[in-house]
């Protein structure tokens, strides 16, 4: 495990123009910075720089077999630092800019550092929506290496104060563009021959992808080793413990509902998924932060985006 850096003092910066140059120029200095992307907050770095992905490992505490997600400007720089073969070509085509991370044969000559891969044949890479995140990797003429920006295992942010709740004193700047407005981390997808590997689900769901390719969608839901980010068995987790597909809770419990099951907070009254997902970290930010010694979860349906909040529910229940 890399030792914490000194204690720094962690400012939150709106985004603007003058926020985004001193991110820019602290990103080219190997420093850390949080930035908002439509899924959650990511702490990003340097890909190419070794000691700067090493301090992502350090102000997370992460594990440095779980590889990163490499955030790039555009397809070109994508191809810069993996092979696309026509399938993986064909995604980028339905899924980029957007929450679909490939996970591809990384170039030999990429220049990124190999501890984003952690030590793998392979990088998992992302196009992101976001304008400012977007905006900060053309600012930094660097592709990101960017996991989200909380303590690992924890809860992930969805907006600037989660980051420093979770973070203060571990990095000095937080580039605030507001909420994230999907609220799940990337689907994550290993392109194969004839199918689709899936990691990790999220945003894209398997049937989108199937509809996408005409390919059937393998979900890899137990691995003996680690090939992309999120495939940990206890992950995303509260510190309280917490309890699934309850139908209502205890004194002891702050309950989470879902359409008609009600609760302290309601993830979605009309049963909307999307909301849902929307809303599940800052739901379970809150509980954790209640006076509540449990936390209580409604049943989600596991269809469509519900697979990617139920496999985030388990994990974070592990």
């Not at 092979?83 to 000559?109: C, E, M, N, Q, Y």
Request: a negative charge.
């Amino acid at each position: 495990m890399t030792p914490l850096p000194p204690a720094l003092s962690t400012g939150i910066f709106p985004y603007g123009p003058d926020a985004l140059r001193e991110a820019a120029d602290r990103l080219r200095a190997g420093q850390p910075v949080a930035v908002p992307t439509e899924t959650v907050y990511g702490l990003a770095a340097d890909a190419t720089d070794s000691r700067a992905v090493a301090a992502i490992y350090a102000a997370k505490g992460r594990p440095s077999f779980n590889p990163l997600i490499v955030h790039v400007a555009d397809r070109p720089m994508a191809r810069r630092l993996a092979i696309f073969s026509p399938l993986a070509a064909k995604l980028a085509d339905h899924f980029w800019p957007g929450p679909l991370t490939l996970v591809l044969p990384v170039r030999a000559d990429s220049g990124l550092s190999p501890l984003v891969t952690a030590g793998l044949a392979t990088v998992a890479l992302r196009l992101p929506a976001h304008p400012v995140m977007r905006a900060l990797i053309e600012a930094s003429g660097r592709p990101l290496a960017a996991p989200s920006a909380n303590r690992s295992g924890a809860i992930s942010p969805t907006c600037a104060e989660h980051v420093r709740a979770s973070l203060a004193g571990r990095l000095g700047m937080i580039l605030d563009g507001g909420p994230a407005t999907q609220g799940l981390e990337s689907t994550i997808v290993a392109p194969e021959t004839d199918h689709l590997r899936l990691l990790r689900p999220g945003p894209v769901t398997a049937a989108m992808l199937e509809a996408a390719t005409c390919l059937r969608v393998i979900e890899v839901s137990h691995s003996t080793s680690i090939e992309a980010p999120g495939q940990l068995e206890s992950h995303y987790a509260p510190s309280k413990p917490m309890r699934l597909n309850a139908l209502e809770g205890d004194g002891a419990e702050y309950m989470i509902g879902f359409g008609s099951v009600h609760g302290d907070i309601n993830l979605s009254p009309t049963a909307d998924l999307n909301e849902a997902a929307a809303m599940l970290f800052a739901a379970l930010h809150i509980a954790d932060a209640s006076d509540a010694s449990q936390i209580a979860v409604a049943p989600i349906p596991i269809e469509g985006i519900g697979a990617a909040i139920n496999d985030r529910l388990k994990r974070a229940a592990a």
